[in-house]
């Protein structure tokens, strides 16, 4: 459904409220504690976060809809790759500081301008491959104090091994992306969403042999509420398309490092360093700068696609 772009306000409102639905999931899930295998973290967060999204398919009318596909194996992929992305993501996110986890995280969007050039054959111009690997040289300053605490005893090379899990989960992330680039050519997004929910679920469940542990009461509450936020997330992201363009609602992803630093610092007494302040900098920037360059092209493609006189064939 093309955006109602005359309600800008509402689709940001829905993509800021959209973003603090997936820092609550983050916190959820940070608070549950580093004990719980990141496989068993994923499925629980993926399954609960079936209930949302049923829901609101009901509501709206989509629910039988929903359910058919033209590309199950795209489906597939798109869930293989979505459902390491997020093991990976959540290893970090227990074993990193909050707002490190999600300024590294800022480098999947980046990678993914990379990975349509190199699969897609996407145009990608001078101007945005520039932004590409500066933002990808604040990456590198955000995970390179991290990366070189290996052998910092067992604190710091947990938080090594976090920031490696991130960068693996961005670049996997990235290839996600790509995969639902292709889906949503012939797919509808209530059914490119319901299918990861359910992928991610049952793929998942397959990390039960390698050591899932006994969950306390807390925790297993806690690992609930992070999949039911993580499906509101879903649904809100989703809504907010519906009432404005892409370039008007993606900026207000970065809304995430602010909210986040702020949680962090309230509940876990984190409080960013100024290499990762630097690094968050560089590499927001530069994904802001993306995001204009993408919108600017579309308003080019547009303008070329008006002055263009319709076939007479």
């Known amino acids: 459904m093309p955006a109602d772009t005359t309600t800008p306000l509402r689709g940001i409102s829905l993509k800021v409220v959209s973003v603090l639905a997936f820092l609550l999931m983050q916190t959820c899930i940070k608070s549950a504690g580093q004990d719980i295998p990141a496989g068993q973290i994923t499925f629980l967060r993926s399954f609960f976060a079936l209930v949302p999204i049923l829901i609101y398919l009901a509501f709206i009318g989509q629910f039988r809809r929903a359910w058919h596909t033209d590309s199950f194996g795209g489906h597939l992929k798109r869930g293989v790759l979505g459902i390491l992305a997020m093991a990976a993501g959540f290893y970090g996110l227990v074993h990193l500081p909050l707002p490190d986890a999600i300024a590294l995280g800022y480098s999947s969007p980046l990678l993914a301008v990379m990975f349509a050039a190199i699969f897609l054959k996407e145009k990608v111009r001078i101007y945005r491959w520039t932004a590409v690997g500066i933002g990808l040289v604040g990456v590198v300053i955000i995970s390179l104090p991290k990366l070189s605490m290996f052998d910092e005893g067992t604190m710091g090379s947990e938080q090594a091994m976090g920031a490696a899990a991130v960068i693996l989960s961005a670049v996997l992330g990235g290839f996600a992306m ?136």
Not at 220 to 243: K, M, P
Not at 263 to 286: C, E, H, K, Q, R
């Open 178 to 313: 790509i995969q639902t680039r292709q889906l949503v050519r012939t797919e509808k997004t209530a059914t490119i969403v319901l299918y990861f929910s359910l992928t991610a679920a049952v793929f998942s469940l397959a990390s039960f042999p390698f050591g899932w542990v006994p969950m306390t009461a807390a925790q297993a509450t806690l690992l609930a509420f992070a999949g039911v936020f993580g499906g509101l997330g879903q649904i809100l992201l989703t809504e907010s398309y519906r009432h404005a363009d892409v370039s008007t609602i993606a900026p207000f992803e970065y809304t995430s490092i602010l909210l986040g630093s702020a949680i962090a610092y309230v509940l876990f007494g984190d409080v960013p360093t100024m290499t990762m302040l630097i690094g968050t900098a560089i590499t927001v920037s530069a994904g802001i700068f993306i995001i204009y360059r993408e919108h600017q092209l579309g308003l080019e493609r547009k303008a070329a696609r008006k002055a263009s006189p319709p076939s007479t064939a």
